[in-house]
């Protein structure tokens, strides 16, 4: 596996210097080297993609359409597929909801990060599940009531790192007339995203949480819906023939929803770290967590949070609550004094987060009032035991 850019050594307050530990990854994940080699390389060659003549438009256009193609490679795409780059995962999933057909309803869970709460017009919520099983159930349950075009589901909990039964689900959905869309916005950098495999219809994910960090990102699947709808943006590229009084045909294929000027480079790294990532495993990883949450179950003051049950697979995520101190406080101090990135807060997932830390702080303590935020602890590639034995030495 290519390395990671990092950072080095940063100083803390006391005047030691420390290399940085990067428990933020979820956020953002740094940079692998082989993606920072892939888009210097391109640069000297930089020009426009699917637009001019000449030897830099040719290149430009054909490492763009070849990054596409490395892209449904690594996610499984069926013959037919259609892969668009987008800015991230917010912005596939918006794109998904304008061509979901017009009056079908969108299924989701009250546990989506609001990328995959908030985009979709007519929606159908269901209470968050307490395992995979309920989830699987509470779907079927609510499909025998309720028609839905589309079930939208997170592959894996950006606040617990817990992994959904995507594959149960699709089968439940199909079974009832709907598709199944994949937030694997945090799946993605830790496993692999196979459509094929997971029998989804649509999976969004972001260049940013895969080590591609370049401003793209990815919603591939069913080509029929991306091609009925009107363009995501109305422009150049996604108009196939405008005429004198404007009337416009529209392209199908990915650049009906790709108008302006596309970005080359963030398409090519995502490709560089799809690369990089496919079939990779990551038992260091899932040895991390394990430490992380043993050593985490030892601190009288900390308490993690889990929708599932404590045995639930996960990636390389865990939050936690921390009674009696102000999470922001708690984050400088990691910072400052021990050289250590964590986020805090509610991570864009407000109701799920909220209820969790409450159930959370009266696990620890019944008459304890719950922290306003969580604390989070996040890594991937790059990240080490003496990582993971700081931020506990640090919390203890
Ligand atoms: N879904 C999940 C599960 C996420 O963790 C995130 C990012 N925190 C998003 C969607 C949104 O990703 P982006 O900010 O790259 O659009």
Redesign the pocket.
């Known amino acids: 596996m290519s390395t990671i850019l990092s950072p080095g050594d940063v100083k803390l307050r006391d005047g030691r210097s420390v290399d940085f530990a990067n428990l933020d990854i979820?956020?953002t994940a740094p940079c692998l080297r082989v993606v920072a080699d892939a888009v210097a390389e391109l640069l000297p060659f930089y020009g426009s993609v699917h637009r001019g003549a000449g030897a830099l438009s040719e290149r430009c256009t054909r490492e763009y359409e070849q990054a596409r193609e490395t892209v449904a490679d690594f996610l499984g795409a069926r013959d037919g597929d259609t892969v668009v780059f987008t800015r991230?995962?917010?912005?596939a999933l918006n794109l998904l909801a304008r061509v979901v057909p017009e009056g079908a309803a969108v299924l989701t869970f009250d546990a989506e990060?609001h990328?995959?709460l908030l985009p979709w017009k007519k929606t159908v919520h269901l209470d968050a599940p307490r395992s995979p099983q309920e989830a699987v159930a509470a779907l079927e349950d609510a499909l025998r009531r309720e028609r839905c075009g589309l079930v939208s589901v997170?592959a894996a909990s950006?606040v617990t790192g817990e992994v959904w039964p995507v594959t149960a689900l699709a089968d439940v959905a199909h079974r009832f007339g709907a598709r199944l869309a994949v937030?694997a916005?945090?799946l993605a950098p830790h496993a692999p995203v196979d459509l094929t495999a997971l029998g989804a219809d649509y999976v969004a994910f972001?260049g940013?949480?895969v080590y591609a960090p370049f401003g793209a990102?990815v919603l591939a699947g069913r080509a029929d819906w991306l091609d009925a709808a009107e363009p995501y943006l109305a422009g150049g590229g996604a108009s196939a023939h405008v005429d004198d009084d404007a009337g416009v045909r529209w392209a199908t294929g990915p650049a009906r929803h790709e108008a302006g000027t596309p970005n080359l480079l963030g398409a090519v790294a995502i490709a560089a770290a799809c690369r990089e990532l496919a079939g990779a495993d990551h038992p260091a990883e899932r040895a991390l967590v394990a430490r992380l949450r043993a050593g985490l179950a030892e601190l009288p003051h900390v308490e993690e949070l889990r929708l599932f049950g404590p045995e639930a697979q996960r990636v390389g995520i865990v939050s936690f609550a921390v009674l009696g101190e102000d999470p922001g406080e708690l984050a400088t101090r990691l910072g400052r004094d021990h050289g250590i990135g964590v986020r805090t807060g509610l991570f864009?997932a407000h109701p799920l987060t909220r209820r969790l830390l409450a159930e959370a702080t009266a696990r620890l303590d019944p008459s304890a009032q719950a922290p306003a935020q969580a604390v989070r602890a996040s890594f991937g590639l790059g990240t080490t035991q003496a990582h993971i034995d700081r931020l506990l030495a640090a919390l203890r």
């Open positions: 979820a956020a991230n995962t917010t912005d990060h990328a995959n997170t950006n937030d916005a945090q972001s940013h949480k990102g864009c």
